[in-house]
């Protein structure tokens, strides 16, 4: 990943922070026709491992877990708050007119080697885990166990297991470092007042922070 020195986020409790956040990550892989993707959500046990380790799974008939099972090298991308920035923002575009559009960005980029799991009680401790942790804000969570035992049989004949122990993990919060403080508090107010969404708002507290702090 191309990185700026001022966009770099090396704290691994920072990148570890918007992978919670932000948990569906593209998985990137390479198999015998090129390189393979696939958006799935992953779980982050971050004492597993020194940097981490990500679990997941994918369904039997996705070819990529058997390309992983060839090829191990695997690259996961979360993706956080994004945002355009437009340069009637700047106060420099008043002052000199020297301005041009950008996009803002904090992404998370995770490398390791996959390992592929087939295991019947690996697959269900993880799915009651992955189900837990997402309906856990719910006044009344959904739980596995919420189904029938044959059916979450039948389901869990259908999923392979992933996991990867993070061997690099880059952070690169792109948010304006870069522009004067004049320029990064219009970049705040304009987010906040021309695009009042929780993207805008996430980005906008970004900016007013510098970085990932």
Same mark, same amino acid.
Not at 13 to 27: M, S, T, W
Not at 64 to 79: I, K, P, S
Not at 86 to 108: C, H, L, M, Q
């Given at each position: ?7 770099? *986020? ?6 570890h922070a918007l992978i919670?956040?932000?948990? =569906?990550? =593209? ?6 026709? @090129?390189? %393979? ?9 971050? @004492? ?9 799974? =994918? ?37 000199? @007119? ?17 390992r592929i799991i087939e ?12 189900t837990g942790h997402n309906? #856990? ?9 919420? #189904?029938?035992?044959?059916? /979450? ?8 297991? /992933?996991?990867?122990?993070?061997? #690099? /993990? ?10 004067? *403080? ?8 304009? =987010? ?13 507290? %970004? ?7």
């Amino acid at each position: 990943m191309y990185q700026p020195p001022h966009f770099r *986020e090396d704290r691994l409790e920072v990148q570890h922070a918007l992978i919670k956040a932000h948990p =569906l990550g =593209l998985l990137i892989s390479t198999g015998d026709e @090129g390189p %393979m993707a696939n958006a799935i959500p992953f779980l982050l046990d971050a @004492g597993a491992s020194p940097k981490g380790t990500l679990r997941a799974h =994918l369904a039997r008939a996705n070819a990529q877990w058997r390309a992983l099972a060839v090829d191990w090298r695997a690259l996961v991308v979360f993706q956080g708050a994004d945002s355009y920035v437009t340069p009637s923002w700047y106060a420099t575009k008043r002052e000199t @007119g020297k301005v041009v559009p950008t996009w803002n960005y904090a992404i998370v980029q995770a490398r390791g080697t996959a390992r592929i799991i087939e295991d019947r009680d690996w697959l269900a401790h993880h799915v009651a885990q992955l189900t837990g942790h997402n309906e #856990a804000p719910r006044a009344e969570p959904w739980a596995v166990d919420d #189904a029938p035992q044959t059916f /979450i049989d039948a389901q869990l004949k259908g999923i392979i297991g /992933i996991e990867i122990d993070i061997a #690099a /993990i880059e952070g690169k919060w792109k948010v304006s470092q870069n522009r004067p *403080e004049s320029d990064r508090t219009g970049v705040a107010d304009g =987010l906040e007042a021309d695009q009042d969404t929780a993207e805008a708002r996430a980005m906008a507290e %970004m900016v007013r922070r510098g970085g990932g702090t």
